[in-house]
Every structure is written in structure tokens, then in C-alpha cells.
């Protein structure tokens, strides 16, 4: 199977922080960013594999700013490494200032996509090769990350995570 590029899956999502997607404060809705997280992820592991995709775990979401009603949200989700019939994705997200246009980073998550055939079952996946210095250092720490969604999903047994283990030796 040919492998790709983490740039051949990029998928960009805009989005206004609208009245019904805000909390009583006037703040975006956690699970709202989730939602257009989830959607702009699975364009992007579908790009990479060109099958359907299914989300297997949302591993990492920080809400570490409030966005604020009326701004204007841009997703990037790009895969990171791809596995056998999974796939990393890394989700980076900013706010527009409408005054200025000044972006601002606020958030970033990390979705596991599985590549399923019409019955659901999992199917393989192209590899990746990362290029830039981001994209090596995301697909070094795919490994890590998929073990530790494997442990707290019941998965995979401690003892057989070899990444995890060798970062406290
Ligand atoms: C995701 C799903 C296809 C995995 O099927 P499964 O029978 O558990 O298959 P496997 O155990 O062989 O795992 C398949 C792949 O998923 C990965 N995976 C499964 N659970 C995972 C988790 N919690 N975190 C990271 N990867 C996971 C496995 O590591 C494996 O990857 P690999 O093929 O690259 O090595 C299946 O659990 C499913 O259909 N889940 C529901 C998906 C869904 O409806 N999503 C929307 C939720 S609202």
C-alpha cells in the first residue's frame, strides 16, 4: 500500500460561535468544539485512507481559553502516523479576533480513527512519512500516546507498553 504524506490529509474547517452554541456565559460549549473537532478529524482520516473512518477515541482536548460568542473558530486536523487500521489526528484550533483578525491558538486535540469496511471491521491503512519538524516530533509520540489509549481502554496490559515504560527508565 502507497504511503502519504501528513499534508495530503489536511482538512480545514471555519466556524462563527453562533447564540446556540453557547453556554449561559456566552461561551462556546465544550461539547460543541468537540463536535466540529470530531467532524473536521474524520475528514482528514478519511483523506489519508479514502475509506470510511470511525472515531475509537478522543485521547487529549484541552479547553484552555473561553471563545467567545460572534468569534470566528479555524480548525486544522492533519493525521499524524498511521498504524495498522488506525490512524492518529491531531486537531489544532484558533479564534479570530474580529477586530484585528489576530489568530490566537486555544485549543488542540488528539482523535484515534479506524478505518472500517462495510461490515465495520477494521481494514488497513496507507503509512505515513512525516516532513516537517512538527510532524516528526507528533509522529514520534504516536506510539506513546496509542498505548496509553490502549491501557485506559483495557487494551493492552501495562506491562506490554514498551514506549510508556521506556520514558521512566
Ligand atoms: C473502533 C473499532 C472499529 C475497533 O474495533 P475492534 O474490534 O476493537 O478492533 P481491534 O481491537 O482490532 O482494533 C482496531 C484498531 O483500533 C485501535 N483501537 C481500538 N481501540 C482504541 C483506543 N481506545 N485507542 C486507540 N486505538 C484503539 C487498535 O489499536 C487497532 O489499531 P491498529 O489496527 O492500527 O493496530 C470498534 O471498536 C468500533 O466500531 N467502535 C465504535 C466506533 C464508533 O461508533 N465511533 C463513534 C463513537 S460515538
Sequence with gaps: MKTKKPGDSVAINTEIVLPNDTNVLGNLMGGRLLHWM??????????????????????NVSFNQPIRLGEIVTLQAKVSRAFTSSMEVFIDVWVENNTTGEKRKCNEAIYTFVAVDQMGNPI?????????????????????????????????KPAEATELKALFS
Design 38 to 59: 470530531d467532524i473536521c478529524a474524520a475528514v482528514a482520516a478519511h483523506r489519508h485512507c479514502s475509506r470510511v473512518v470511525v472515531t475509537a477515541s478522543v485521547n
Design 124 to 156: 488497513n491503512v496507507p503509512g505515513i512519512i512525516p516532513e516537517s519538524d512538527e510532524e516528526k516530533q507528533r509522529f514520534d509520540g504516536a506510539l506513546r500516546r496509542r498505548q496509553l489509549s490502549l491501557i485506559l481502554a483495557g487494551k493492552m
